[in-house]
């Protein structure tokens, strides 16, 4: 699929960079890093739902403590 997109100055002189040091497109580069992206999305996504998963099953008071505070980690950052 083609399909244009704007990038700030500084990233296209990242993606130039990073294309230069791997001797490949920068289309692939982009390509390659939106992929990488949405991967680490999909992790992350999944991750929140093991947790939340483990908050609903779990009995332990200390356990469903430590579960909230790191999904909120995830949620809101450290």
Same mark, same amino acid.
């Given at each position: 699929? $083609?399909?244009?997109?704007? %990038?700030? +100055?500084?990233?296209? &002189?990242?993606?130039?960079? #990073? +294309?230069?040091? $791997?001797? +490949?497109?920068?289309? &692939?580069?982009?390509?390659? #890093?939106? =992929?990488?992206? #949405?991967?680490?999305? /999909?992790?992350? $996504?999944? $991750? @929140? #739902?093991?947790?939340?998963?483990? %908050?609903?099953?779990?009995?332990?008071?200390? =356990?469903?403590?430590?579960?909230?505070?790191? %999904? +909120?980690? %995830?949620? @809101?950052? /450290?």
């Amino acid at each position: 699929m $083609r399909q244009s997109v704007t %990038l700030s +100055a500084g990233v296209a &002189r990242r993606v130039r960079t #990073l +294309a230069r040091a $791997r001797r +490949a497109s920068t289309s &692939r580069v982009i390509a390659e #890093l939106v =992929e990488s992206g #949405l991967e680490a999305q /999909d992790a992350e $996504r999944n $991750r @929140f #739902l093991q947790l939340a998963d483990r %908050l609903t099953s779990s009995k332990d008071p200390a =356990e469903q403590e430590r579960i909230k505070e790191e %999904l +909120a980690r %995830l949620t @809101f950052g /450290d």
